[in-house]
Every structure is written in structure tokens, then in C-alpha cells.
């Protein structure tokens, strides 16, 4: 299992490649909104979604889906270390 650190940077990798383009990559906190800033719309959510069952071997549920689960990187580290810990 890997550490919150290792998660976390794995997360922001995913973002980052997926959703930004160049010197963007390095341009958001951990603590960032991706809806409110913009990184991710409401169809890449599904993407996410995908990339965190798939990775972490889960499931997130239709009640799950909230930007208290999903909107930030560390949200959604946190979501997952709650769900597979």
C-alpha cells in the first residue's frame, strides 16, 4: 500500500497528465478545487472516478460522488485511504 504521500503525488500525476497541458502541470495546490478553478469539469469527474477504482481497486458509489470525495487532490486521498484502509 502506498504511503498518503506516495497517493497523493500518484493523484496529482493523474490530474495533471489527463487534464493539463504543459506548465499547468505544476500549477495547482493539493488543496485546489477542481471544479472551481477549472482542472476538471463534470464529465472529467467521471474520469477520475475511473482512475481511482481502477488504481486502488474500489468502487465509489453514487452517494460518494461529492466534491467532499472528489474535488481536490487531497479530498481525494483522503476518500480513498477511507475506502481501502
Known sequence: ML???EMKQK???FIAETFLIGDEQDSFENT???MA???VDSTG???VVGFIESEYEMTVEDDEMTPSNLDSVNNLTEFVI???G
Do not use: Q
Request: net charge negative; charged share 40%.
Open 3 to 5: 504511503t498518503e504521500t
Open 11 to 13: 493523484i496529482r500525476d
Open 32 to 34: 485546489d478545487s477542481f
Open 37 to 39: 478553478t477549472g482542472i
Open 45 to 47: 469527474i467521471l474520469e
Open 82 to 84: 477511507r475506502k481501502t
